[in-house]
C-alpha cells in the first residue's frame, strides 16, 4: 500500500497533464481559427486603396475584433482574460496576437492553476500572375469634365489608373508576373507596331481620285461651302420613330424595270429654325489644287425646334422626329474663289502599293474581311474574319490580313464640302471638290494600343501621356482588339497562354463615356461605311450604322468571354445600356458619374481580381 500510495502522485500528474494539456491544444486551435478569422476580415475591411491614399478605413479594427469574438467567445472552455491585438505591417498585411488562459484541473493540485495559450497570424491580400487589359473610349467627349470634378474626363481616366496600378502592385507576392496592356479607341484603332509584315497586304484599294490629265477654262463662278463643323453645346435628340404606316408599292412601267416602294404619307411641317452669326473676322489664303483664293470665316449657329422626315424600311414607311434645343455648333464659310484652270478629277477606286507602309502610314489599320450580317446568333466566322479574334492571318492571302490606312487618299463620291451629294458607288470624272473627309476630326487617329507587359510606374506614365481626346464613339474595333491583344490562343497565344503549369488570370476592362456615334462619313477601320459598305449598306440594310456596330461589339464581347477572359464595363459620365449590362453580366458592369465613383468602381475590380490569403 506504502508503494501504491507513492505511485499515486505521478500517476495522478500523468493523467491530470494530460487531461489538461489536451484542454489547453484545443483552445489553442480554437483561438488560431479565430485569430486568422480576426486578421483575414480586418484585411478585407482595409481594401487596396490604403497602397494609394495612405487611409485606414475607421472600422477595420471593429471589423477583425468581430470576426475574432464570434469564433472564440468569452469564456469558452472556461478560459479567462481572452486578447486580441492587430498590427498594420509596412507591406500593408495586417498581423495578429492573440492570447488566453486556460484554467487547469487536476494539474491544480501540483500549484499550475492555468496555462497561458498564445498564437500569432498575418492576412495580406496578393495577387497571383494576372493579365490586364484596358480598352479605353478616347473619343472627343472625353475632353469634357463631370460635374463636381476639377479635371477632365480622360486625365481623371488616367489619375484613377494609377490608383488602381499602385493598389495592384502593392498588394502582388513576389514572383508574381502582373502585365497590363491598352486599346485606346474612337474610329480607328493604332495596332499597326504591333503586326508582323505577312499579316499586312502589299497592296489596296482606296476611295480616291486620280488627275486626268485634263483642266477646264475658268469659267465657273466663285462658289460657296461650309465645312470643320463642331459640337459647342446644348442638346440634339436621335432621330425617334413616332408612328408608322405600310409603304405604297409602285409597279413598274417598264418590262426592263423593277416597282419600287415609296412614302407617300403626310409629314408635319417643321418647327425647327436656325440662325448663322459671325464669330471672327474673316482670312484669306491660297489653295494650290484647285487653284483658288479661298475667303474663310468662323461662323457660329444656333438650332432650335423640331425636325421630321420619313425613312423607307422594307415595306414600312417610319416617320421620324428630332429635337434640337438651342444646339449650337461652330463652322467655316468658305469662298471659293477660282484662279486658275480647273483640273478634271476622275474619282474611283484606287489601288495603291502599301509595302512601304510602316514609314508612310501613322499605324491606323483597316479590317481584314466580313460581310453584311443579318442574323447575330448564327455568325459565320469563315466570313466575318474581322470578328474571328483568333485568326492568325495567310501571307498571300488578303482576306485575312490587314490594311494599312492612308487618310490621305481618301475622296467621298458624291459628296459636297457643304453637305450636299449622295453616296455613290459608281465612278465620277469631275471638276467637282469631293470632301477629303479622311483628314477630318471624325477620322481621328488614337494613340498605339500596347500588347501585354509588365510595367514600372514611369512606364504607365509615359505610356497615359499619349493618350489625348478626338474623334467619334465606334465601341465594336476597340473591343475586337482588345479581344486580340489578351487571348491565349490568338495571333499571340506565343506570349499570352499559360506557360509551365501556371494558369493565369485574365481580365479584360472596357470603359466609355458615351453612347455609340457613327459617321457615314468617317474614314475608319471599315474604310467609308457609306461608300464602301463592308459591314453596313445605307440603301438595303434594315439597321442603321449605330445599331450595325452596337450587335457586331455583342459578337466580339462573347468572343472574348469564351476565351476564359473576365469582361468588366465601366459607363463614365453616361449611363449603362443593355449593350453594356449584357457584355459584362451581372456584378460586372459600373456606372460612375465623377471622379470618386469611377476610383470606386476600379477599386471593386481590383478586389475581385484579388486573392485574401493567410501567410505562412
Known amino acids: ?10 500517476l495522478l500528474g500523468l493523467i491530470g497533464g ?79 496576437e492573440a492570447s488566453v488562459d486556460v484554467p487547469t484541473t487536476i494539474m491544480q493540485v ?22 490586364v487589359m484596358m480598352v479605353l473610349d478616347v473619343t472627343g467627349s472625353m475632353r469634357h469634365r463631370n460635374s463636381g470634378d476639377s479635371m477632365s474626363r480622360l486625365d481623371t481616366v488616367k489619375q484613377v489608373i494609377r490608383n488602381f496600378y499602385a493598389q495592384i502592385e502593392a498588394s502582388k507576392a513576389p514572383s508574381t508576373e502582373i502585365r497590363y496592356g491598352f486599346v485606346p479607341y474612337n474610329g480607328n484603332v493604332n495596332v499597326g507596331h504591333l503586326l508582323a509584315d505577312d499579316w499586312v497586304v502589299n497592296s489596296w484599294i482606296y476611295q480616291g481620285r486620280e488627275d486626268t490629265g485634263h483642266s477646264l477654262p475658268n469659267e465657273e463662278a466663285a462658289r460657296t461651302y461650309f465645312r470643320n463643323w463642331r ?61 483658288a483664293v479661298l475667303q474663310i470665316t468662323p461662323m457660329q449657329r444656333v438650332q432650335s425646334g423640331t425636325r421630321y422626315r420619313t ?8 416617320l421620324q422626329s428630332s429635337v434640337d434645343s438651342n444646339y449650337v455648333q461652330s463652322f467655316e464659310s468658305v469662298r471659293e474663289i477660282p484662279s486658275f484652270d480647273r483640273t478634271v478629277w476622275l474619282y474611283q477606286p484606287i489601288t495603291r502599293d502599301v509595302s512601304n507602309w510602316r514609314a508612310e502610314t501613322n499605324g491606323c489599320i483597316e479590317e481584314r474581311d466580313t460581310y453584311q450580317i443579318t442574323d447575330y446568333d448564327n455568325v459565320d466566322f469563315t466570313r ?3 470578328l474571328d479574334i483568333d485568326l492568325v492571318p495567310t501571307a498571300g492571302n488578303p482576306s485575312t490580313q490587314w490594311r494599312p490606312r492612308y ?13 450636299g451629294g449622295d453616296f455613290d458607288t459608281r465612278n465620277h470624272r469631275t471638276t467637282a471638290e469631293y470632301v477629303d473627309s479622311g483628314t477630318w476630326w ?67 476592362i472596357w470603359m466609355t463615356d458615351g453612347q455609340t456615334e457613327p459617321y457615314d462619313l468617317a474614314y475608319g477601320t471599315y474604310g467609308i461605311d457609306g461608300l464602301d459598305q463592308r459591314r453596313w449598306d445605307p440603301d438595303t440594310s434594315s439597321e442603321t450604322l449605330a445599331q450595325t456596330i452596337e450587335n457586331r461589339f455583342s459578337v466580339a464581347c462573347d468572343q472574348v468571354k469564351n476565351r476564359n477572359v473576365t469582361v468588366w464595363v465601366i459607363a463614365f459620365g453616361t449611363s449603362v445600356t443593355d449593350l453594356m449590362t449584357n457584355c459584362a453580366g451581372p456584378g460586372r458592369y459600373f456606372q460612375a458619374s465623377n471622379a470618386e465613383e469611377l476610383n470606386e468602381a476600379f477599386e471593386a475590380i481590383a478586389r475581385a481580381m484579388s486573392e485574401l490569403r493567410m501567410t505562412d
Open 442 to 508: 471624325f477620322s481621328a487617329c488614337p494613340a498605339r494600343a500596347q500588347k501585354l507587359q509588365e510595367m514600372t510606374s514611369g512606364e504607365l506614365d509615359a505610356y497615359l501621356a499619349t493618350l489625348q481626346p478626338n474623334g467619334p464613339t465606334y465601341h465594336d474595333i476597340g473591343m475586337i482588339w482588345g479581344g486580340r491583344l489578351i487571348s491565349p490562343t490568338g495571333i499571340f497565344a506565343a506570349e499570352n497562354a499559360d506557360t509551365g503549369g501556371t494558369e493565369r488570370a485574365r481580365h479584360l
Open 311 to 318: 425613312s423607307l424600311s422594307g415595306t414600312t414607311c417610319n
Open 18 to 96: 494530460g487531461v489538461d494539456i489536451g484542454r489547453g491544444y484545443l483552445a489553442q486551435s480554437r483561438l488560431q481559427q479565430a485569430c486568422d478569422a480576426g486578421v483575414l476580415g480586418a484585411r478585407k475591411r482595409l481594401g487596396a486603396s490604403v497602397a494609394v491614399d495612405g487611409q485606414v478605413p475607421t472600422d477595420v479594427a471593429e471589423t477583425g475584433q468581430r470576426f475574432f469574438n464570434i469564433n472564440f467567445r468569452e469564456g469558452i472552455y472556461g478560459t479567462e482574460n481572452r486578447s486580441f491585438q492587430m498590427t498594420l505591417e509596412d507591406d500593408y498585411a495586417i498581423s495578429g
Open 407 to 419: 487618310p490621305d487618299e481618301i475622296y467621298v463620291r458624291r459628296i459636297e464640302f457643304d453637305g
Open 231 to 291: 459640337f459647342v453645346s446644348g442638346s440634339r435628340s436621335t432621330w425617334n420613330t413616332i408612328s408608322s404606316y405600310a409603304a405604297t408599292w409602285n409597279e413598274s412601267t417598264s418590262a426592263d424595270t423593277f416597282g419600287w416602294y415609296s412614302c407617300n404619307g403626310s409629314q408635319p411641317a417643321d418647327s425647327w429654325t436656325y440662325t448663322d452669326s459671325s464669330t471672327g473676322r474673316m482670312r484669306v489664303q491660297t489653295q494650290a489644287d484647285p487653284a
Open 110 to 131: 501540483f500549484g499550475h492553476e492555468t496555462m497561458e495559450v498564445s498564437v500569432e497570424c498575418e492576412a495580406i491580400l496578393n495577387f497571383s500572375n494576372l493579365d
Open 1 to 10: 500500500m506504502a508503494m501504491m500510495a507513492a505511485a499515486l502522485f505521478p
Open 384 to 386: 466575318a474574319l474581322d
